[in-house]
C-alpha cells in the first residue's frame, strides 16, 4: 500500500508558521503524523480552548512563541532549526477584526508574509516555501462561476486587500530573476495557496459560522446568523491540508515548475448556503435545543457568491476533494462531541483518526497522491 505522500515527509524538518491556529494545529498534527520533525512558530494560542491545546500538541513538536512581524527572531528561528520546508499559515485570519484593525492586518498579512520569505530565501537547508493566502484574495464581483489562479486580484476590505497584497509579494520572491538581482539562490521553490471557508473540529474562533453553532449548541443559545443565504466553498481542513503536502513534497523535489498559485477548493456539486450548514450541525447534535435566528445586518458587506475552479490543482496535481459536505459535517459534529463528552481530554488521538479515516477515502478514490506523468509536468501549469 503507497504511503501518504510517498513517506516523503519523514524525518524532514517542516516549519509551520501559525501552528496554534485552527488549521495550522491540523497541519503540524498531520505532519507530526507523517513521520516529520515539526518546528512551530506562532502567538499564544488565539482562543481557549482551540485544536493545538487540545490535542496537547505542545508536546508533540518544537513550540515557539513569535510574531512574523518579528523579522531577528523569525530569521534566527531559520538559522537555528535549518528547515527543509515551511508552510507558512500565520495571519490575521477573521474578515470583521479587519474593519477594527486594518493596520493590524496589513502588516501580519503582508510583511509578515514578507519576512517569512526573505527568512527562507537566507536560509540554505529551505528546499520549498508553501504560502497560504485565501480564496478572499480575489476581487469579488459575485460571478456565477469560480474564480481562476489568473483572475484579478483585489479586495474591498483590510483582510482580502491584505491577502491580495501577499499573493503579489509572494508573486515576486519565486520569480527567479528576482532571486537572482537579490542575490538570493535561484533553487528556492515558493508556492501560494488559496483556500475557502475550511470548517473542522477544534475550531473556537469568533465570527466564525461552525464554532459559533458550536457555541451556540454547548451552551443551550440560539445562534444569530447574519447572512443565512449567503454561499462559501465549505470544505473540511484535512482537504486543502493535502493539497498543501502534496504541493510541499513536489516543490520541495524542485520541481519549479509548480512556483504559482493554486486553489484547492470544493468540487463542482451543489453549493451550500450558510443556513444549510448551520442547519446540518444542528439536525446532527442530539438533543440540540439551539435554533438559528436570522438578523439582517447589513453593517459590515459581506459576498452573497463565491467559488473557486480548483481545475488547475485538478489536472496538474492530480488533487481533488474526498469528502461530501455530508460526511465534513459528521466529522465535524463527531469531534466536538468527542470533545465534550470527555471533558476536554486530550484530542490528539481522535484527530488522528480522522485523518487516518480522510486517507482512507482518499486512497480509495485513488489519491494520496499521484505522482503527475512528464507530460503534465512539463505542461504550462501557470496558466
Not at 137 to 151: K, S
Not at 187 to 202: F, K
Not at 308 to 319: E, I, M, Q, T, V
Request: include cysteine; hydrophobic fraction near 40%; proline fraction near 4%.
Amino acid at each position: 500500500m503507497t504511503a501518504p505522500f510517498h513517506d516523503f515527509y519523514r524525518h524532514k524538518t517542516v516549519l509551520v508558521t501559525g501552528h496554534t491556529g485552527f488549521k495550522g494545529s491540523w497541519l503540524a498534527l498531520w505532519l507530526t503524523h507523517l513521520g516529520a520533525n515539526v518546528v512551530g512558530y506562532a502567538l499564544e494560542p488565539p482562543t481557549e480552548p482551540c485544536h493545538f491545546t487540545a490535542s496537547r500538541l505542545e508536546k508533540r513538536l518544537t513550540d515557539i512563541r513569535g510574531d512574523v512581524r518579528d523579522y531577528a527572531l523569525l530569521e534566527r528561528t531559520f538559522q537555528i532549526y535549518k528547515p527543509d520546508i515551511v508552510f507558512h499559515l500565520a495571519a490575521q485570519a477573521l474578515v470583521r477584526r479587519s474593519f477594527a484593525e486594518p493596520r493590524r492586518t496589513f502588516e501580519v498579512n503582508l510583511m509578515g508574509t514578507v519576512n517569512v520569505l526573505e527568512a527562507a530565501a537566507r536560509t540554505e537547508s529551505v528546499r520549498a516555501v508553501v504560502s497560504i493566502t485565501s480564496d478572499k484574495c480575489y476581487r469579488n464581483v459575485d460571478w456565477e462561476w469560480g474564480y481562476r489562479e489568473n483572475d484579478e486580484l483585489g479586495g474591498h476590505d483590510a483582510y482580502s486587500a491584505s491577502k491580495a497584497c501577499a499573493e503579489l509579494a509572494i508573486a515576486v520572491y519565486q520569480d527567479g530573476r528576482f532571486q537572482r538581482s537579490a542575490n538570493f539562490r535561484d533553487d528556492l521553490c515558493i508556492a501560494s495557496t488559496r483556500a475557502g471557508n475550511v470548517i473542522g473540529g477544534g475550531d473556537w474562533a469568533q465570527d466564525r459560522i461552525v464554532p459559533d453553532t458550536i457555541k451556540a449548541i454547548a451552551t443551550k443559545t440560539d445562534i444569530v446568523v447574519r447572512n443565512p443565504k449567503a454561499t462559501r466553498p465549505w470544505q473540511h481542513v484535512l482537504e486543502p491540508l493535502s493539497g498543501y503536502l502534496w504541493l510541499g513534497a513536489l516543490l520541495a523535489q524542485n520541481r519549479a515548475r509548480y512556483c504559482s498559485a493554486w486553489n484547492f477548493g470544493p468540487g463542482e456539486g451543489r453549493v451550500f448556503t450558510v443556513g444549510e450548514v448551520v442547519q446540518g450541525l444542528l439536525g446532527r447534535w442530539p438533543d440540540a435545543v439551539t435554533k438559528m435566528v436570522v438578523c439582517d445586518d447589513t453593517s459590515q458587506a459581506e459576498s452573497q457568491l463565491l467559488r473557486l475552479d480548483c481545475s488547475k490543482a485538478s489536472h496538474h496535481l492530480k488533487w481533488r476533494t474526498t469528502w461530501g459536505i455530508d460526511r465534513t459535517l459528521d466529522a465535524i459534529v463527531s469531534w466536538y462531541q468527542q470533545f465534550y463528552q470527555g471533558g476536554g481530554a486530550d484530542m490528539w488521538l481522535y484527530s488522528i483518526q480522522q485523518i487516518e479515516a480522510y486517507s482512507q477515502a482518499a486512497r480509495a478514490q485513488g489519491l494520496l497522491w499521484a505522482l503527475p506523468s512528464e507530460p503534465e509536468m512539463t505542461a504550462a501549469v501557470g496558466r
